[in-house]
């Protein structure tokens, strides 16, 4: 295996995917690589991956290097942190069989990951996932006792300039298949007009189908600039004790925010604005609500998730996977009927247009013409 290209490097394999082109190498650090950072890569369509750390440590069933490897992708993987700090953005990269070089010097090597590889390292990783569970099981209950105060009222809400009273909240999260199921439900946005809301790259799903999310809730890790100079109100999720990183961002930009200190998830903390400021139904999609979504996000427990849902159940519609509920499709009946439709409002004008009935007349006389010759 030999490949030769352009590097470019990031530790946030979603900082990554914006800026990365076609052929290019994505040197990354990370662990476990997650579906969303996959799918993001091969929409780049980038022509190799370099990752300092193990792309599947074996700790649970990740996706993300499978994504990869079906898309003919290679990972040159757990080359070290002095590897991937020897390469800098632009520098020009030959990998041959695992070994890599910088102006014909080696600065690296890594173990060569493809399809076979792949499905061996996934079949360990699923003969370990009854400890991580187990694990799993112990954080979420521990999570839960720290954030009760979720439903139980005591988790301040800040006042907000959007009005849900009665409406209904559409809440965008990059998970699993969020842009298939964005597009299955195109027909409730344009018909109901709900608020938009895009949870931190949420936001860059709903600009790329052409509409401008009314708040975006998150720590501003992962949307754009574009993003957040297109929405309306910006909600900045805080630390429990008030400290909010991505708060600079957005005031760097010369925007202004609505602070929100709450434990659990971005998308959490939107439910629940919602819900609190009377939303009439709040749809979720692609959001994370499985052990190995929670696990690719680097969050031991889902605690925050279930205490939210417990709390907003009655109006919470889960719309995550309705692409595989239902697909449209264009049957031969229903083409027959379109065709027959068009035409039945032209036979009526005819049968009621002399002129029309004319016309037909000498088309008639002009094909028994025709067929005599």
Known sequence: MYFKGIAKVDKKTKRLAKRIGAG??????????????????????IGLVINADKSISGRYPNKGPGILAANNILIVDNVGIEAFNSINEGD????????????????GNGKII??????????????????????????????????KGLILGSTPIPSVKTNFNGKHVLIVVRGQDYKQDLETIITYIEDEKPILIGVDGGADALLEFGY?????????????????????EIVVHAYVDGRAPGL????????????????????????????????????????????????????RGMASTFLVR????????????????????????????LIVAAFFPIF??????????????????????????
């Open 114 to 147: 493809d399809k076979k590889e792949v499905d061996r390292l996934i079949g360990l990783a699923y003969e370990n996932i009854e400890n991580e569970l187990d694990k799993f099981i112990d954080n979420t209950i521990d999570y839960a006792r720290r954030e």
């Open 348 to 373: 009526i004008m005819i049968m009621l247009s002399p002129r029309a009935q004319y016309l037909l007349q000498l088309l008639q006389l002009k094909a028994r013409l025709l067929l005599r010759m």
């Open 248 to 299: 600079s961002r957005v005031e760097a930009l010369g925007l202004e925010a609505v602070t929100f200190p709450a434990p659990g998830t971005s998308e959490d903390i939107a439910m629940l604005l919602a819900y609190e400021n009377k939303a009439e139904l709040i749809v979720a999609l692609g959001t994370h609500s499985n052990m190995i979504d929670f696990l690719e996000k680097g969050r």
């Open 310 to 337: 417990l709390k907003i159940g009655s109006k919470l519609v889960d719309a995550k996977g309705v692409n595989l509920l239902y697909t449209s499709k264009l049957k031969p009946k229903y083409v027959l009927g």
């Open 24 to 45: 290019e190498i994505a040197v990354i650090n990370h662990m476990d690589i997650d579906e969303v950072a996959a799918n993001s890569l091969v929409e780049a369509k």
């Open 92 to 107: 020009h990269i030959e990998v041959n069989e695992g070994i890599i070089f910088k102006d014909k010097k080696e600065i």
């Open 212 to 232: 401008v999310p009314d708040m975006i809730v998150g720590d501003m890790d992962s949307v754009t600039d574009r993003a957040l100079k297109s929405t309306k």
